[in-house]
């Protein structure tokens, strides 16, 4: 089975959804179907159970499933050992962060170049729809995610920053002329539904499913990206909410950011694939966990 063949796959037996696969891949619906099919004609068996409405793993394929991730696994810890190896300290890092947080991390990202000349950090996009996939595929090292992170195969280190939230609601919204929102207000809005992509827990961190009386939030519309929110907000189509860095670096117009005066603080911290934690990736942690969170 060749490598693609594997990842599509593990993805589909994930997702369980033809469509969604084939986003997440960035292939075809019909190349997914081929590249089942053909394993399965391979290997004489069912792995998947599909009509037209549900998919499911056969017995076959959830042991095929629980084989290959194993395999896979081993393959992304000997090439993490590898590159470990090879790099020491002298390696350029790919930190995810979201929109301008990058910014924030400045006094840390200075005390890490001095402590490791020759080491440096390169800055990604995190797609808040989608946090962990750009981890688990090694296009990002590491990222600065809110907290809790609970997926066993990543590892989460030192707290690096400290915030509070903020509502973005559109400018003619009733509560643009209050100067300030708490999260009973939401059970009066919509709020930006992510989609499948992020844990249910993850979000809910942010934006939370009811609120402090027990109301249900409503989900909806749906966006993939920081901006897509920022649309939806500016047309009223919804309020939605965010740390407080975000209001610090946009100033979008139709949009105000009010304060979430009665939200949580919240945490962000290094996490990273727990296969994949390199010596330069470690130094990076130990220099946030000796400097601390940075306040916003």
């Given at each position: 089975m060749e490598l693609r063949d594997i990842e599509i796959f593990l993805t589909l037996a994930e997702e369980l959804h033809f469509?969604?696969?084939?986003?997440?891949?960035?292939?075809?619906?019909?190349?997914?179907?081929?590249?089942?099919?053909?394993?399965?004609?391979?290997?004489?068996?069912v792995l998947f159970d599909r009509t037209s409405r549900h998919v499911a793993l056969t017995p076959v394929g959830r042991r095929l499933r629980e084989d290959l991730q194993q395999a896979v696994d081993l393959l992304r810890e000997g090439l993490a050992r590898a590159e470990a190896s090879g790099a020491g300290?002298?390696?350029?890092?790919?930190?995810?962060?979201?929109?301008?947080?990058?910014?924030?991390?400045?006094?840390?990202?200075?005390?890490?170049?001095?402590?490791?000349?020759?080491?440096?950090?390169?800055?990604?996009?995190?797609?808040?729809?989608?946090?962990?996939?750009?981890?688990?595929?090694?296009?990002?090292?590491?990222?600065?995610?809110?907290?809790?992170?609970?997926?066993?195969?990543?590892?989460?280190?030192?707290?690096v920053l400290t915030g509070g939230r903020v509502l973005a609601v559109a400018?003619?919204?009733?509560?643009?002329?209050?100067?300030?929102?708490?999260?009973?207000?939401?059970?009066?809005?919509?709020?930006?539904?992510?989609?499948?992509?992020?844990?249910?827990?993850?979000?809910?961190?942010?934006?939370?499913?009811?609120?402090?009386?027990?109301?249900?939030?409503?989900?909806?519309?749906?966006?993939?990206t920081f901006h897509e929110v920022l649309s939806l907000v500016a047309s009223g189509q919804c309020v939605h909410p965010l740390g407080e860095i975000a209001a610090r670096y946009n100033r979008p117009p139709g949009i105000v950011f009010l304060p979430l005066h009665d939200a949580p603080t919240m945490h962000w911290a290094l996490t990273w694939r727990s296969t994949a934690d390199g010596p330069t990736l470690r130094a990076l942690a130990q220099t946030a966990a000796d400097l601390g969170p940075i306040s916003l």
């Open positions: 469509g969604r696969t084939a986003e997440r891949l960035h292939v075809s619906q019909a190349r997914v179907s081929q590249a089942i099919a053909k394993q399965e004609r391979r290997l004489g068996v300290t002298g390696q350029t890092l790919r930190l995810g962060v979201f929109g301008h947080a990058g910014h924030e991390l400045r006094p840390l990202i200075e005390a890490f170049r001095s402590r490791h000349p020759g080491s440096d950090v390169q800055f990604g996009e995190i797609n808040g729809s989608d946090p962990f996939t750009a981890l688990r595929t090694g296009e990002h090292d590491a990222h600065v995610l809110w907290l809790p992170v609970a997926e066993p195969d990543l590892t989460v280190g030192p707290t400018t003619d919204d009733p509560l643009a002329e209050r100067g300030t929102a708490s999260l009973e207000d939401l059970g009066d809005n919509h709020v930006v539904d992510f989609g499948p992509h992020a844990p249910e827990y993850w979000i809910a961190a942010m934006v939370p499913t009811r609120t402090p009386l027990g109301r249900r939030i409503p989900r909806g519309p749906a966006a993939r």
